[in-house]
């Protein structure tokens, strides 16, 4: 009774067909027995041989039934790219070497692996799965079957059905992996003044599944965002930004930490914004206005003067002659002192000019590097790519022209046209600094470059051609633009600071003796690929300073 009883549960009955349809040779196992057992019942009705079907699964899986198959209630976590491994065994540990294995998505039929006669069957495996699966056979004779995925993507996300199988007995269990994948550290930025206050960005990409953003302050208190937006690209993965507003004197030392709940991980970055970098009213504006309001009130004065003036002259009369050409006299020198005080006022806010310029350009300096910090860098030469008449010191910092050709090998890394050679670093994110010392020669042209710059044959030293740079040349500096842009320095820089900026496609040349600069290559007209530093050299020689 007890037999027909737990035989008659929907779940009996559902593994029983599921382990009669699972295999071409079970199903002539099962069909043997059905066939020997309806032999001697063939006159009776088809329901009790339905269930006599029934029966001898059951009987059969009672016989045989020593071992249960155990995974982690748990999910298991995997990052995208790398491996995962799915961990299930049998209770009590019995070898499994022998027996039947098989890993399924949600349905029978999508085989993720299956391993039966000792060895790996890949002739039913889904198509996303070839070449990515490996059962850990290593531990087959305690039991266990894990089961190694390699380059995990987002659709491996998901239930698995651990399935084992020992002749007619079988038992199986399900589990759940996630995936996860940290993305870059946050970027921040100043966008400017917004509502009394500085605008703050802050962003990064990279991120599965949808990352949290947080604000917080000195203290690690979390602080409210003016906004915030998450987006999926193409490739499934999340970008978020998300912006606040610092007013000053409160929460001027604040980071943005962004965090992955599944993996429990996070990235940080922190930024302080100094005080005179907040809107407030200039002095030099307050003295403007006092300067104009005492010159108006002066103007006045003297048209007042004028009129009382006129009105005593045609009350006294005329005067004599000479009177009259003395007070002509004296009206010229006053026009000619109006006029010089035209000049002195124009020249003096041509002064005033130029001053807010340089102003404006020191305060941009500044607000770069307390705002966003320019890594240093310790460029070197690579030998691989110069042209064979330079010449590269032993540490590989200076190069000069020499006067014989060296015989090298014409690797396709080399210039062999151009006297050209390139940095052994490159970059492709972030922002970037190196100071380069030039010598008294003929010509040279300092800068970046892209790696797949040309280095066979005439090539174009602009940015047509792969190159950012300036130079000096024909008695001339000049930025390497297309045409040229003549530079007007007011002396000659001896040492030369590169600044690049990854991010926003831009190069920035600096004098490094006066930290005045000398030109800048516009947003955005760096392309985002690997960029390295390059120097050309004509009868001249360059230092790469450390």
């Known amino acids: 009774m007890r037999i027909l009883e737990n035989l008659g549960t929907p779940e009996r009955a559902q593994n029983c067909s599921k382990a009669y349809f699972l295999d071409v040779s079970d199903q002539v196992t099962v069909k043997m027995k059905i066939l020997s057992f309806s032999h001697s019942s063939?006159?009776?009705?088809?329901?009790?041989?339905?269930?006599?079907?029934?029966?001898?699964?059951?009987?059969?899986?009672?016989?045989?039934?020593?071992?249960?198959?155990?995974?982690p209630h748990d999910p298991v976590t995997a990052i995208l790219g790398q491996e995962a491994v799915l961990p299930c065994h049998l209770s009590p540990p019995m070898n499994a070497t022998n027996m039947e294995v098989r890993w399924f998505r949600t349905e029978y039929l999508s085989i993720v692996h299956l391993y039966r006669d000792g060895k790996d069957q890949y002739e039913r495996q889904i198509p996303e799965y070839q070449g990515r699966t490996?059962?850990?056979?290593?531990?087959?004779?305690?039991?266990?079957?894990?089961?190694?995925?390699?380059?995990?993507?987002?659709?491996?996300?998901?239930?698995?059905?651990?399935?084992?199988?020992?002749d007619t007995?079988?038992?199986?269990?399900?589990?759940?992996?996630?995936?996860?994948?940290?993305?870059?550290?946050?970027?921040?930025?100043?966008?400017?003044?917004?509502?009394?206050?500085?605008?703050?960005?802050?962003?990064?990409?990279?991120?599965?599944?949808?990352?949290?953003?947080?604000?917080k302050d000195f203290y690690g208190q979390h602080l409210p965002s003016l906004s915030e937006t998450k987006s999926q690209g193409n490739n499934g993965l999340f970008e978020t930004e998300t912006a606040i507003i610092v007013t000053e004197h409160s929460n001027q030392n604040l980071s943005c930490c962004i965090r992955n709940t599944v993996l429990n991980q996070e990235k940080e970055s922190a930024v302080y914004i100094a005080d005179p970098f907040f809107p407030r009213v200039n002095s030099w504006m307050v003295a403007l206005s006092v300067i104009l309001v005492v010159l108006f009130g002066l103007i006045g004065l003297t048209v007042y003067l004028f009129k009382m003036k006129g009105k005593l002259t045609e009350e006294v009369g005329k005067l004599t002659e000479e009177v009259g050409k003395q007070d002509l006299e004296i009206g010229k020198r006053d026009?000619?002192?109006?006029?010089?005080?035209?000049?002195?006022?124009?020249?003096?806010?041509?002064?005033?000019?130029?001053?807010?310029?340089?102003?404006?350009?020191?305060?941009?300096?500044?607000?770069?590097?307390?705002?966003?910090?320019?890594?240093?860098?310790?460029?070197?030469?690579?030998?691989?790519?110069?042209?064979?008449?330079?010449?590269?010191?032993?540490?590989?910092k200076i190069v000069y022209w020499g006067d014989t050709w060296e015989l090298?090998?014409?690797?396709?890394?080399?210039?062999?046209?151009?006297?050209?050679a390139l940095g052994c670093e490159g970059f492709t994110s972030g922002r970037h600094c190196w100071e380069v010392e030039v010598g008294d020669g003929r010509s040279w042209a300092v800068g970046v470059a892209r790696e797949s710059v040309g280095r066979k044959g005439r090539i174009s030293c602009s940015p047509k051609g792969g190159i950012w740079a300036i130079g000096w040349g024909e008695g001339q500096f000049r930025a390497l633009t297309s045409p040229v842009t003549p530079l007007y320095l007011s002396r000659a820089p001896s040492r030369i600071r590169v600044c690049l900026d990854c991010d926003r496609g831009q190069v920035t040349f600096i004098d490094a003796g006066g930290e005045a600069p000398i030109f800048t290559f516009p947003p955005g007209s760096v392309p985002g690929e690997r960029i390295r530093p390059w120097l050309w050299v004509g009868g001249s020689w360059l230092r790469l300073c450390p």
């Not at 090298?408 to 050209?420: I, Y």
Request: glycine share 6%.
């Open 169 to 215: 007995f079988y038992e199986e269990t399900v589990l759940e992996l996630r995936v996860a994948d940290l993305g870059s550290a946050p970027l921040i930025s100043v966008e400017g003044h917004q509502d009394g206050g500085i605008r703050v960005v802050c962003r990064s990409t990279g991120w599965y599944p949808e990352p949290e953003v947080l604000w």
């Open 408 to 420: 090298l090998p014409n690797n396709p890394e080399r210039f062999d046209t151009e006297l050209c």
């Open 335 to 396: 026009i000619e002192i109006d006029k010089r005080d035209k000049e002195i006022s124009k020249l003096h806010t041509e002064i005033d000019k130029r001053d807010k310029e340089i102003n404006k350009r020191d305060n941009e300096i500044r607000w770069r590097k307390s705002v966003a910090p320019i890594e240093e860098v310790n460029v070197t030469l690579d030998p691989d790519t110069a042209h064979p008449q330079l010449v590269l010191s032993e540490d590989r």
């Open 134 to 166: 490996e059962l850990l056979k290593a531990g087959l004779t305690d039991g266990n079957v894990h089961l190694r995925i390699l380059n995990i993507r987002r659709s491996d996300e998901g239930q698995y059905l651990c399935f084992v199988q020992d």
């Open 42 to 71: 063939r006159a009776s009705s088809p329901l009790p041989g339905f269930i006599v079907f029934f029966l001898i699964c059951y009987v059969h899986k009672m016989e045989s039934a020593k071992f249960t198959v155990i995974g």
